[in-house]
Antibody, heavy 119, light 107 residues
C-alpha cells in the first residue's frame, strides 16, 4: 500500500524557516517524482514544486510564488523527500501535501501537515 | 497566464447526473486530471489523462475532453459524492496547474 506521511509543520514567525519531511513507503521511491501541493485555509489547491527522480536528473521545478525561497530535495536511501521553506510569509500559511507525481498528475497524496506563519 | 476555470458550485438531487466543466487554453495541449476532496481529507485522484479511471474509483465517475474544455461526469450522484472537485493540467511551461475547484452539493 502506497503511503506518504508528512511531518514538520507548525507555527513559525514571518521571515523564519521550516523544513517539512515526507516519508514514503509501499513503492519504489527512487523511481518516482515527488511534488508538494498546498492549500491555504478555505482556499483551493496550489502546486508548490516537484523533484524528478534521479533517473531524470533529480532536478526541481517551483511555482513562481515560492521560487528562490523554497527548496525540494530527496534522500532515496531513506525514502524521504524534504521541503525547505525559507523567508516564510503570512501567505505561506497552508496545509502542505506531499504527493507522488506520475504522468503529470498526482496519484497518491499524504494527509498533509499544517504550516502557520504568524507573529 | 494560463488559467483553468471551473464553476464555483453545482447543486443537484441524488440520482441526477453532475457535469463539472474545466476550461483553459492549455487543455488541447496537455492531459487533464480530476481530484475529489472531502472536508478535512486529502484529495483523491478520480480521473487521469482526460478519461482514465484509477483502480478503485467507481464507474459512475468519467472524464471527457473537447477542445479547450474537459468535463467530469458523475452519473447517478450519491450523497457521499458531496465534495470539492478540482481539475488539473499544465501551464505553458508544462508545470502543474489547478482549477479553482467546484463544490458539489447533493440536495
Amino acid at each position: 500500500e502506497v503511503q506518504l506521511v508528512e511531518s514538520g509543520g507548525g507555527l513559525v514567525q514571518p521571515g523564519r524557516s521550516l523544513r517539512l519531511s515526507c516519508t514514503a513507503s509501499g513503492f519504489t521511491f527512487g523511481d518516482y517524482a515527488v511534488s508538494w501541493v498546498r492549500q491555504a485555509p478555505g482556499k483551493g489547491l496550489e502546486w508548490v514544486g516537484f523533484i524528478r527522480s534521479n533517473a531524470y536528473g533529480g532536478t526541481t521545478e517551483y511555482a513562481a510564488s515560492v521560487k528562490g525561497r523554497f527548496t525540494i530535495s530527496r534522500d532515496d536511501s531513506k525514502t524521504i523527500a524534504y521541503l525547505q521553506m525559507n523567508s516564510l510569509k503570512n501567505e505561506d500559511t497552508a496545509v502542505y501535501y506531499c504527493t507522488r507525481y506520475y504522468g503529470d498528475g498526482f496519484d497518491y497524496w499524504g494527509q498533509g501537515t499544517l504550516v502557520t506563519v504568524s507573529s | 497566464s494560463y488559467e483553468l476555470t471551473q464553476p464555483p458550485s453545482v447543486s443537484l438531487s441524488p440520482g441526477q447526473t453532475a457535469r463539472i466543466t474545466c476550461s483553459g487554453d492549455a487543455l488541447p495541449k496537455h492531459y487533464a486530471y480530476w481530484y475529489q476532496q472531502k472536508p478535512g481529507q486529502a484529495p483523491v485522484m478520480l480521473i487521469y489523462k482526460d478519461n482514465e479511471r484509477p483502480s478503485g474509483i467507481p464507474e459512475r465517475f468519467s472524464g471527457s475532453s473537447s477542445g479547450t474544455t474537459v468535463t467530469l461526469t458523475i452519473s447517478g450522484v450519491q450523497a457521499e459524492d458531496e465534495a470539492d472537485y478540482y481539475c488539473q493540467s499544465a501551464d505553458r511551461s508544462g508545470n502543474p496547474l489547478f482549477g479553482g475547484g467546484t463544490n458539489l452539493t447533493v440536495l
